[in-house]
């Protein structure tokens, strides 16, 4: 609408201006409508990436790379064999070519029984000049440990369930409210849409099809650290134990659950229950030198369930190190805090976990005196812990 102005001359609106523009020249138009339409492809664009789930994001950024490598913590147990086996698979998924490295030992009969069951290929990690990929994925730890050249690892992506400050440069997925690694995993393949193959199903082939080898992993990864279920758990371990039963080998189950004992861990047991020493709800026991350290922890997971005993630590000895492994079912007593203040007291010790586990290591030598500190025996190593279980240290 013009209003009249002084000298009867009108005043042509903007809105006028801009419809007389467009009638003089359509090009205009078009320009708008061209302009209209890259800029909802855009804001779809960003929209749908928000919306891209965590497994799409990590396949995503598979199929941009032409290799991998897979790192576990440095004794893999089944919870991280297991997820390394699934970021494989999209890995396979992306066209990628992917290998899974560890830097320790595979020891415990468990562990050995999972990897030979599901037949899997671990390469050993002596140093970081064995890792081929630049592109490095962590599993079932967020900061690379246990080899030389450890510290220089910069991770591409990083799959977690323990707390910790690590990252990876393309994706970090750290949640310590999970009770395992291997629920993560599941949950990418869910998001993703693939079903578990059943064992009796052809494997080869498959698109979006999670073979039984990777989903019989993934459900033992889960089970070993929950303690089947009953332990640590969260709403994800039974989602994701329900979403990959179908592919569920039975048999091969089975056999990783219930592999042969070695002689000494049973002895490594009985010397625990043997040397405990009890002090109110709390129990320590050194059993000495031993050649498996993989027998400390399964003597702590014996020793805790004892009646009247609401948290342990088993200490042994093997090449200079005392070896510490913490159980506890006491809300009082987070056991890797309670290891990670008595490590502090000795340089050069390391120690860590969760509030119903943990494990240690510390150097005999500078338990002696070597470096700052005045030294701690083994019997002050005890009393340190007794007074860490209590929450006087």
């Given at each position: 609408?013009?209003?009249?102005?002084?000298?009867?001359?009108?005043?042509?609106?903007?809105?006028?201006?801009?419809?007389?523009?467009?009638?003089?020249?359509?090009?205009?138009?078009?320009?708008?409508?061209?302009?209209?339409?890259?800029?909802?492809?855009?804001?779809?664009?960003?929209?749908?990436?928000?919306?891209?789930?965590?497994?799409?994001?990590?396949?995503?950024?598979?199929?941009?790379?032409?290799?991998?490598?897979?790192?576990?913590?440095?004794?893999?147990?089944?919870?991280?064999?297991?997820?390394?086996?699934?970021?494989?698979?999209?890995?396979?998924?992306?066209?990628?070519?992917?290998?899974?490295?560890?830097?320790?030992?595979?020891?415990?009969?468990?562990?050995?029984?999972?990897?030979?069951?599901?037949?899997?290929?671990?390469?050993?990690?002596?140093?970081?000049?064995?890792?081929?990929?630049?592109?490095?994925?962590?599993?079932?730890?967020?900061?690379?440990?246990?080899?030389?050249?450890?510290?220089?690892?910069?991770?591409?992506?990083?799959?977690?369930?323990?707390?910790?400050?690590?990252?990876?440069?393309?994706?970090?997925?750290?949640r310590p409210e999970y009770?395992?690694?291997?629920?993560?995993?599941?949950?990418?393949?869910?998001?993703?849409?693939?079903?578990?193959?059943?064992?009796?199903?052809?494997?080869?082939?498959?698109?979006?099809?999670?073979?039984?080898?990777?989903?019989?992993?993934?459900?033992?990864?889960?089970?070993?650290?929950?303690?089947?279920?009953?332990?640590?758990?969260?709403?994800?371990?039974?989602?994701?134990?329900?979403?990959?039963?179908?592919?569920?080998?039975?048999?091969?189950?089975?056999?990783?659950?219930?592999?042969?004992?070695?002689?000494?861990?049973?002895?490594?047991?009985?010397?625990?229950?043997?040397?405990?020493?009890?002090?109110?709800?709390?129990?320590?026991s050194d059993v000495g030198?031993?050649?498996?350290?993989?027998?400390?922890?399964?003597?702590?997971?014996?020793?805790?369930?004892?009646?009247?005993?609401?948290?342990?630590?088993?200490?042994?000895?093997?090449?200079?190190?005392?070896?510490?492994?913490?159980?506890?079912?006491?809300?009082?007593?987070?056991?890797?805090?309670?290891?990670?203040?008595?490590?502090?007291?000795?340089?050069?010790?390391?120690?860590?976990?969760?509030?119903?586990?943990?494990?240690?290591?510390?150097?005999?030598?500078?338990?002696?005196?070597?470096?700052?500190?005045?030294?701690?025996?083994?019997?002050?190593?005890?009393?340190?812990?007794?007074?860490?279980?209590?929450?006087?240290?």
């Amino acid at each position: 609408m013009r209003r009249p102005a002084a000298g009867g001359v009108g005043v042509v609106s903007p809105v006028d201006a801009t419809a007389a523009a467009v009638q003089e020249d359509p090009l205009f138009w078009a320009a708008v409508v061209v302009g209209a339409l890259a800029l909802a492809v855009v804001l779809g664009s960003v929209v749908r990436r928000l919306r891209r789930t965590t497994g799409e994001r990590l396949l995503g950024a598979l199929r941009e790379q032409s290799a991998v490598a897979v790192l576990t913590h440095p004794n893999p147990d089944p919870d991280a064999m297991a997820s390394a086996l699934g970021v494989v698979e999209l890995a396979d998924a992306a066209d990628a070519d992917a290998s899974i490295h560890y830097p320790g030992q595979i020891r415990h009969q468990e562990n050995r029984a999972f990897q030979t069951v599901l037949d899997l290929d671990f390469q050993h990690v002596a140093d970081v000049s064995d890792i081929p990929a630049r592109a490095v994925v962590l599993v079932d730890h967020n900061e690379p440990r246990g080899f030389p050249g450890a510290e220089t690892v910069d991770p591409w992506a990083v799959i977690d369930h323990h707390p910790g400050e690590g990252d990876g440069a393309a994706l970090t997925d750290v949640r310590p409210e999970y009770g395992s690694c291997a629920s993560i995993l599941a949950e990418y393949f869910e998001e993703l849409g693939w079903d578990p193959l059943s064992p009796d199903e052809d494997q080869n082939g498959a698109e979006k099809r999670l073979p039984s080898t990777v989903a019989t992993g993934l459900v033992y990864g889960i089970q070993s650290d929950t303690k089947h279920l009953t332990n640590g758990c969260s709403p994800a371990e039974f989602s994701a134990s329900a979403y990959l039963y179908d592919g569920v080998d039975e048999d091969r189950l089975d056999r990783i659950a219930n592999p042969q004992v070695d002689a000494e861990v049973l002895e490594v047991k009985a010397r625990a229950i043997r040397n405990r020493d009890v002090r109110n709800a709390f129990a320590v026991s050194d059993v000495g030198e031993v050649s498996n350290v993989d027998a400390i922890p399964q003597a702590a997971d014996e020793l805790v369930r004892l009646e009247g005993v609401t948290a342990v630590v088993v200490v042994g000895c093997k090449e200079g190190t005392m070896h510490l492994s913490g159980r506890s079912r006491d809300d009082r007593v987070h056991m890797g805090k309670t290891l990670r203040a008595v490590a502090d007291e000795v340089p050069m010790a390391s120690a860590g976990g969760h509030a119903r586990m943990g494990g240690g290591q510390l150097s005999l030598v500078h338990m002696e005196g070597l470096g700052p500190g005045d030294g701690v025996d083994r019997a002050g190593v005890t009393d340190r812990l007794f007074d860490a279980m209590a929450g006087d240290v």
